[in-house]
């Protein structure tokens, strides 16, 4: 890609925001006007009401006036509550259907599992234990590698996926082909099928590309992003506390892919604290 088709691209996603945040800000700005002007002719009918009531009897008056101020308040509060409330928030949900990404829920496939590793009922942690479970060795299990797969493959699309690794001292992420080896030892690199990155001895941050390129970031991430732009052949990594880019490959995917989930092994409890997948807004 050239930087003039880059900068193109970046005007254009950016663009679309701008856009719709513009839109959005009228129509919320719209919404409060005629809020107010409802409240307005509200208040003037009770206070005609409140006025009629006073040539048929002041006791009547005096009852209503005592309701007034609450009726009054809570219609104000409920304004308060439309408009004052978490704006950014709301209108960060109502985003996510202009973007052209989508924020899947992933979940791991416990028939890909390593019969060492224990995942959580819901199926969003993994982790490497002591013991291996009495598992029927399946075509899909892997059983040398202790890793395990997403539960859906991606064949389309922009895909973009969080997955907390703590303090870990060891892990591998990433995307790999339908069709990787899941039987023996793995020597994860694209023209396998794997476009991961992993962490070892809590220190070095490497991505399996052809060759292995070890990476510097400032600090070790807690919170990796994974981004799958399947059509653009492209797997993108990040800090994900504060999207600092970590490593891209370029690929040519031939069949769909899924998510790769490695905890890293048990390591005498040294490496037991789980992978997360993160719920995403």
């Known amino acids: 890609a050239t930087v003039l088709s880059l900068e193109d691209h970046i005007s254009s996603e950016f663009g679309k925001l701008r856009g719709w945040l513009a839109t959005r800000e009228e129509e919320w700005q719209d919404q409060l006007r005629q809020a107010g002007r409802a409240q307005l002719r509200a208040m003037q009918r009770n206070l005609q009401e409140l006025a009629g009531r006073c040539q048929a009897a002041q006791e009547m008056l005096t009852e209503a006036q005592a309701r007034l101020p609450q009726q009054n308040t809570m219609e104000f509060l409920t304004t308060l509550g439309q408009f004052k409330g978490p704006i950014q928030y709301t209108a960060w949900k109502e985003m996510k259907s202009i973007l052209n990404i989508d924020l899947p829920r992933v979940t791991l496939d416990p028939a890909t599992a390593h019969p060492c590793l224990v995942l959580s009922e819901d199926r969003t942690w993994v982790r490497d234990g002591p013991l291996r479970r009495p598992l029927p060795d399946t075509p899909a299990r892997f059983d040398f590698c202790v890793a395990v797969l997403g539960a859906g493959a991606f064949a389309s699309g922009r895909r973009y996926w969080e ?10 992420l990433g995307v790999v082909h339908a069709s990787v080896s899941h039987k023996g030892k793995i020597h994860a690199s694209p023209s396998k099928g794997f476009w991961v990155i992993r ?3 809590g220190a070095e ?23 799958l732009d ?5 797997v993108s990594f990040y800090d994900a506390q504060g999207m600092a880019h970590l490593y891209t490959f370029s690929a040519r995917f031939a069949e769909s892919v899924y998510p790769y989930f490695c905890p890293g092994l048990y390591d005498s409890g040294g490496n037991a604290t789980p992978l997360k997948i993160c719920p995403l807004p």
Request: glycine residues 12%; charged residues 20%.
């Open 163 to 172: 997955v907390e690794v703590g303090e870990k001292p060891a892990w591998t």
């Open 199 to 201: 962490l070892r001895g």
């Open 205 to 227: 941050l490497m991505a399996k590309d052809t060759p292995p390129m070890v990476l510097h970031p400032q600090a070790l991430p807690h919170r990796i992003g994974v981004y």
């Open 230 to 234: 399947y059509e653009g052949g492209q």
